[in-house]
């Protein structure tokens, strides 16, 4: 059980993250805001208790590999890899400006610690098989990530990369599906229900469990658990909310994936989380 000042601690990591989420939204005025916020909890467990990564030797070959799939709520990955100390804060004040060091979809090798170019969704847990394979065969003792979100899952690539690291027994690999359920256009059970989502996993080998995306305690005592089995790749579905501690009006809404905060609603939340 993670005691309660590390508790603390991880809780204030967050706060601190969602704010440079929506500073970094307002002064964009860029979209994806509301997927950034639903996996804070998520990059925050993995980042300050599970990855075994130091931000001085972003690429030391021993490192555990975090691949982040969805790209285009990179918002969250910089902010986190900027709190852990990659890379200096002030960097997230050019975040999709002119000049600046952070695109809109995170790519390998503008910052630190960015471990692949995503933003074609669906791509990233092929990629983290193929990194969770290349460590298994040169007998490597480092472990693969893969933050996905729901909506890509709806992607052909995205089953047969489970179909493949099933087969091959990639017990070094753990998924995590950032599950809030919102995708592009509608709720993800309207444009393409995902449903038995944990049974699909179940038959593609992998060893599935379920929680609660915004419960720090229980993702640090899950990721501590992996894999969850030998010779299986390990599952995590995170059951989350768009745009998750931000504008509550936003909360579980559309609008949180296009929709930047206004000027009143920027302070209004600013002042909320100090």
């Known amino acids: 059980m993670i005691k309660e000042v590390e508790l ?23 979209a994806h805001t509301g997927g950034a916020l639903s ?7 993995l980042y300050f208790k599970i990855l075994q990564i130091d931000p001085l030797k972003p690429l030391d070959a021993d490192r ?51 471990e692949v170019s995503a933003g074609s ?18 007998n ?29 027994k990639l017990e070094n690999l753990t998924a995590v599906v950032d599950y809030n359920k919102l995708q592009g256009f509608g ?6 229900d995902l449903e038995p989502f944990a049974d699909k996993w179940t038959a593609f080998g992998w060893c599935v469990e379920e929680v609660d995306g915004h419960n720090m305690e229980d993702l640090v005592s899950l990721f501590s658990s992996t894999p969850f089995k030998s010779d299986k790749p ?21 609008s949180s994936q296009y929709y930047p905060p206004t000027k009143e609603e920027f302070e209004e939340i600013m002042e909320n989380l100090r």
Not at 10 to 30: C, G, P, V
Not at 64 to 85: P, W
Not at 187 to 192: A, G, R, Y
């Open 140 to 168: 490597k003792s480092y472990k693969t990530f893969a933050v996905l979100s729901d909506g890509e899952c709806d992607e052909g690539s995205t089953w047969e990369a489970a179909l493949w690291s099933g087969h091959h």
């Open 8 to 30: 603390n601690d991880l809780e204030t990591h967050a706060k601190n993250i969602r704010r440079e989420i929506l500073t970094m939204s307002y002064n964009a005025q860029s």
């Open 187 to 192: 709720l993800t059970k309207d444009v393409l």
């Open 64 to 114: 555990d590999r975090l691949i982040f799939s969805k790209a285009h709520d990179a918002k969250a990955l910089y902010a986190v890899l900027a709190e852990k100390g990659f890379f200096a804060k002030g960097l997230l004040e050019g975040y999709e400006k002119t000049g600046g060091k952070l695109p809109g979809h995170s790519t390998r090798n503008c910052v630190p610690g960015v």
């Open 121 to 138: 969704l669906g791509h990233g847990l092929s990629m983290a098989a193929g990194v969770a394979y290349a460590g298994k065969m040169d």
């Open 234 to 254: 390990s599952i995590i579905i995170a059951h989350t909310i768009k745009g998750k501690g931000g504008i509550p009006k936003y909360e579980n809404e559309m």
């Open 39 to 45: 996996c804070v909890e998520i990059l925050v467990a």
